[in-house]
């Protein structure tokens, strides 16, 4: 399904999304987080930076229904979410091993 009510472009794959908490040193941090991630998992995992506040981002955190910020969120291909952390994030290598996990 791809969130086909977001303009947010898709990938065949997991895909990570991270959204802030408005206070731009969790911005920093989230910003770091996933470049790490996506050099941990290169050519597989699509990492999108949403603010929770307002279009695409204010879209998919309805839809999941999320409430707790800063979120990161393992979304699949048919719009499940197998995991997701809230308030304190995992680290890269954590996020990474999950996806192996998902992923085969």
Known sequence: MALEF??????????????GDGSSQTEKVLTDLGTR?????PDI??????DPNRGDG?????????????????IMDDDTMPNAWYGTMPSP????????RISG
Do not use: H, M
Not at 58 to 74: D, H, M, N, S, W
Not at 93 to 100: F, H, I
């Open 37 to 41: 991630i996506d050099e941990l998992t």
């Open 58 to 74: 204010l879209a998919v955190k309805e839809f999941y229904g999320l409430t707790q910020f800063p979120a990161l969120c393992i």
């Open 6 to 19: 977001t303009n947010i472009p898709d990938r065949v794959g997991a895909a990570i999304y991270i959204f």
């Open 93 to 100: 290598e954590e996020v990474s091993y999950q996806l192996s």
């Open 45 to 50: 995992t699509q990492v999108v930076y949403l």
